[in-house]
């Protein structure tokens, strides 16, 4: 019998709240189960592991595991649990030692070859860790965020393998080294507008003080000419203002470019989108829809009429 406790991070939008992937081997039938609110992903997160071990030559237990991810109210989402989870069995059957565990904290997707892949909206969890003062581990694919952080002991590995070793003490992980290029801004350029000198100046006491900005008129005026190139008198953006935006990025799964991650960007939707277009839609948000309207229909004073011609 063992236990072990290791430490990862879950993804809510744009935070990244602590979770403890405790693993437990019990006597019984050989069989793993995982609780906590796991969808899906995680849930399948036992296969993908126990296929990791085995080709990556570990022991697999044959006792009961039973897999508890807390806090336990919190949805469990994504294959990011796949690395605490390996870990978490490799310590509690003895392969590997927990006296520093809680030094550490894991996030990474498995192969069934034991090899690591990216995870989405790792920069979160790179935020809170450096927080915290722990040490992330994360797949190598993963570089660039980490290299965004350089503060943060981020350590950067290609398989399953490698992270046992690092544990065990026969091999160190290569450390995330922070990336220095950035670009200049390269997009548009104010000085391409002809005219328009009451825009121009506008834009230009816009951006000095910091002010907000409405551009008014019919189509074909220039609003969306000048509107692209005021990014490019305004200063760079600091390194939390960055942070910020780039952890936007990193939960949307756009790639982040070292060079150009502090240029301001431009986005131009369509004049004819509408709010839900422009807020966006997902798994999360229809069941944060679903549980609102559950929440009226309990009360009998949002009751629509309907309801109560049908309920008849």
Sequence with gaps: MGLATVLS????????????????????????????????????????VRAAMK???????SWRTTISLAPADLPKEGARFDLPIAVGVLAASGQVPDEELNEWEFLGELSLTGRLRAVKGALPAILRVRENGRKLVLPRANAEEAGLVGDAEIYLAESLSEVAAALNG???????????????????????VLGQHRARRALE?????????????PPGTGKTLLASRL?????????????????????????LDPATWR?????????????????????QLQRLTLLYKNLRYRNPLHVPKRHHQLSR
């Design 263 to 283: 240029q301001r960007k431009f986005r131009s939707p369509h004049h004819t989108a509408s709010g839900v277009a422009l807020v966006g839609g997902g798994c």
């Design 55 to 61: 080709n990556s030559d570990f022991e697999l237990p």
């Design 9 to 48: 991070r879950a993804a809510v939008g744009i935070e990244a709240p602590q979770v403890l992937c405790e693993v437990n081997l019990s006597p019984g039938l050989p069989m793993v189960t995982i609780v906590g609110l796991p969808e899906t992903a995680v849930r399948e997160s036992k296969d993908r």
């Design 170 to 192: 026969r091999q160190a992980l290569a450390r995330a080294t922070k990336s220095t290029e950035c670009k200049t801004w390269s997009g548009p350029d104010l000085a391409d």
């Design 231 to 255: 990014a490019g008198i305004l200063p760079p953006m600091e390194e939390t203002e960055a942070l910020e935006a780039a952890a936007i990025a990193s939960v949307a799964g756009r790639e």
């Design 205 to 217: 006491i816009a951006a000095a003080g910091g002010h907000n900005l409405l551009l008014m008129g």
